[in-house]
């Protein structure tokens, strides 16, 4: 599989703490089967979650050479009226420097606007993937909160742990709703340390379960990915 969600680079977010438990890592993900990663720290504007493009491909080249597991730049982008500003001045990364931008929101609090500041960042030429819906209380207590971002070609990632009760039976069971209906292009692991880790092989076992066909298990943990980093269309 490949993964597009990682908080795996060390020291720069509340990610992997040390090389060596990013080295950890990286086995890990290889051992279940991840032969690509994009790697996805944390950028929160205002916060100390800001690492520069360059100190990420200083720890990429770093890693790179420990692994055989091929890395990509990315960021996963706390959503604020300063993205697009951020975007421009070339301080966070999209997924391997493609269009797609990977998004994420409050987890209990909607944004107002939330279509309308979208929107704009689609007329800024990048396709927001919006991270782990399942998680957002307002999308658990309503899913169709989704259709408005998908209205303006917004796609949907779901995290692996999701389908197999790591956060709990609300978020699994709107995971497993989501993928049922559609809504969801890709998987990702999400994994932060090796204290927690992911069982990606169940997830993947389940995650067949849920949708059935083969084709579309290989659309959500490969296929769509590979798309993104060869920045081609879905
Ligand atoms: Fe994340």
Known sequence: MIDMH?????????????REESIELLKFLEKQGVTESIVTPHYIDDTQFVASIEKKKELIRDLQKETNI?????????????????????????????????IEFPL?????????????L????????IAHPERYLYVQEDYKYLDKL???????QVNYG???GTYGSKVEKTAKTLLKKGYISFLGSDIHRIDKPIDLEKAMKKLKKIVKK?????????????????????
Not at 108 to 120: F, L
Not at 122 to 129: D, H
Not at 150 to 156: D, M
């Open 6 to 18: 990682s908080h795996i680079l060390y020291g720069i977010d509340d990610g992997s703490r040390t």
């Open 70 to 102: 091929k890395l990509y730049i990315g960021n996963e982008v706390y959503f604020s009226d300063k993205t697009i500003e951020s975007l421009n001045s070339k301080k966070l990364s999209t997924l391997n420097d493609s269009k797609y931008i990977l």
């Open 108 to 120: 209990s609090n909607r944004i107002k606007d939330v279509d309308e500041m979208v929107y704009d």
């Open 122 to 129: 689609s007329t800024n030429g990048v396709i927001p993937i």
């Open 150 to 156: 998908v209205e303006i070609g917004a796609l949907f």
């Open 162 to 164: 999701s389908i197999i």
């Open 214 to 234: 083969q084709e579309i298990v290989d659309d959500l943990t490969y296929n769509n990915i590979k798309k993104i980093i060869n920045n081609e269309s879905l």
